[in-house]
């Protein structure tokens, strides 16, 4: 069983920053795709950012030149750096895996709040 541990969330003023971070349980190397997805209340979840095993990165259109996602392969750790945050950024974000194994099995982390206000 796939464990993704996030960390990082809470409560910041508008402009402001926060770094997520999602520790996996298997090696870096077992993964095909990580990714940030959130969910704000009452909609549906959507795709923050991505970043392939050779280090592609892709973006929502929202967060482009606000948000860097990156990984630690050393680490197994995934980061996102949230930059000069807006109220509409407020959502749980989840952290999501794609493995290499058979069937590229998916892996969801147990989400972490994020709300931005003042």
């Known amino acids: 069983q796939v464990q993704l541990v996030e960390s990082g969330g809470g409560l910041v003023q508008p402009g402001g920053s926060l770094r997520l971070s999602c520790a996996a349980s298997i090696s870096i190397f077992s993964i095909n795709v990580m990714a940030w997805y959130r969910q704000a209340s009452g909609k549906e979840r959507e795709l923050v950012a991505a970043i392939g095993s050779g280090g592609t990165t892709t973006y929502a259109d929202s967060v482009k030149g606000r948000f860097t996602i990156s990984r630690d392969n050393a680490k197994n750790t995934l980061y996102l750096q949230m930059n000069s945050l807006k109220a509409e950024d407020t959502a749980v974000y989840y952290c999501?895996?794609?493995?290499?194994?058979?069937?590229?099995?998916?892996?969801w982390g147990q989400g972490t709040q994020i709300t931005v206000s003042s």
């Open positions: 999501n895996v794609e493995t290499t194994w058979p069937g590229r099995p998916k892996y």
